[in-house]
């Protein structure tokens, strides 16, 4: 694996990171859940990837994000925003919103078809990020921050790519039956070990993982429980209110996440526009990111109280709110303008791109969806 070489600074940092996670290895008796090491990795104080201070998106980052990819993503999910608060009220909450570009898009094509937004809430755990969204958005000031969720909302809540950068539990298949990947310090570097699993992730296994017990020996999976309680969470603030959640992310259906073939899981890491599958590379200079089992993030909405409204992948999202209208609203002869825009759109909907492996699940209650959007939702395949 060659992957670009860290600046002293970064790997100074990334080293400490290290040495405090090995400490508490260490404090537990020799390992830890690798739930918990993938929460320092990303959260750690002043440490963790998305607590320190290095850039994470665009040219300079490691990853880009669709609304980084072209305005008319933004612009598409508003139509649907502004249908959505029609029913319930003008109020947005985003959760992880990146550089800031996507709030900014979604409330220039709201204010562009008359809609007017109460509150533009912003609830994000990266210092880095969230200062650049306060620079970047110093002059929409209905845009504010929040640390946590607010009790109750009514309204429209926006999440994109935050269920796959929350902690999981690694879970792997040895004689014939399920153990926890743990984490261990070994000859001065993590190494995997597996230990026996606690009874509530027995339990969760065998509720989330389809057909768990004839899975094979050497079997890897994720499971995910912080995102099934993030879920949860959603439910209890909007249970009480109107509206409806939109959260974009790669991932399948259980059905189809847990098949024989993907043995090895999903976990991937991501460093300067490189992918790879080693979480203990240099942490917290890399995101460490697991797909998205969107059954288990429907049943945790469900069973807390807050319905499914529609799943679908982000192509039949897109197409249903009509960013194809939109990019031809733009003049084709406008060639330097046009093809870029195009060539985005083409990325955000092709199958051999982004417009399948991502999906768009919507929960929320006591409001309808535009028309074309329920009839693309694809529910009944969760």
């Not at 080293?15 to 320092?40: P, T, V």
Request: proline share 7%; hydrophobic share 45%.
């Amino acid at each position: 694996m060659s992957l670009p070489a860290p600046t002293p600074d970064a790997l100074a940092a990334s080293q400490s990171l290290q040495q405090l996670i090995a400490a508490e290895i260490e404090e537990l008796g020799g390992a830890m859940a690798f739930s918990r090491f993938m929460e320092l990795a990303l959260y750690a104080p002043r440490l963790g990837y998305y607590s320190g201070g290095a850039s994470k998106l665009g040219a300079s980052g490691d990853f880009t994000t669709a609304p980084e990819i072209s305005p008319l993503f933004g612009a598409a999910l508003a139509r649907v925003a502004a249908h959505i608060i029609a029913q319930s009220a003008p109020e947005i909450i985003e959760f992880g919103a990146g550089t800031g570009k996507l709030a900014r898009d979604v409330l220039t094509a709201l204010d562009r078809m008359g809609v007017a937004v109460n509150a533009y809430t912003i609830i994000e755990l990266s210092g880095e990020l969230r200062a650049r969204q306060q620079e970047a958005l110093k002059d929409l000031p209905q845009v504010r921050w929040l640390d946590g969720m607010p009790e109750h909302f009514s309204g429209v809540v926006l999440a994109n790519e935050v269920l796959d950068a929350m902690p999981v539990e690694l879970v792997v298949r040895q004689d014939g039956q399920w153990m926890r990947q743990m984490v261990t310090v070994r000859e001065g570097a993590f190494a995997f070990v597996a230990a026996p699993l606690p009874p509530g992730l027995a339990a969760q296994v065998a509720r989330q993982v389809p057909d768990a017990g004839q899975l094979p020996d050497g079997y890897l999976t994720e499971i995910h429980p912080v995102a099934e309680g993030f879920m949860a969470s959603l439910a209890a603030m909007m249970k009480e209110g109107r509206g409806a959640a939109i959260l974009f992310d790669y991932g399948f259906p259980a059905h189809e996440y847990y098949l024989d073939q993907r043995m090895g899981g999903t976990l991937m890491c991501h460093y300067r526009h490189h992918a790879h599958p080693d979480p203990f590379y240099l942490p917290g200079l890399q995101d460490i990111t697991a797909h998205v089992d969107f059954t288990a993030m429907a049943l945790a909405s469900q069973e807390a109280g807050l319905p499914v409204l529609a799943y679908m992948n982000q192509a039949s999202f897109l197409l249903g709110a009509g960013i194809g209208e939109l990019l031809m609203a733009s003049d084709p002869e406008q060639v330097l303008d046009f093809l870029p825009q195009s060539r985005a759109v083409q990325k955000l909907v092709s199958p051999a791109e982004m417009g399948e492996l991502f999906k768009v699940l919507v929960v929320g209650q006591d409001v309808e969806l535009p028309d074309a959007i329920v009839r693309a939702d694809r529910a009944h395949r969760l």
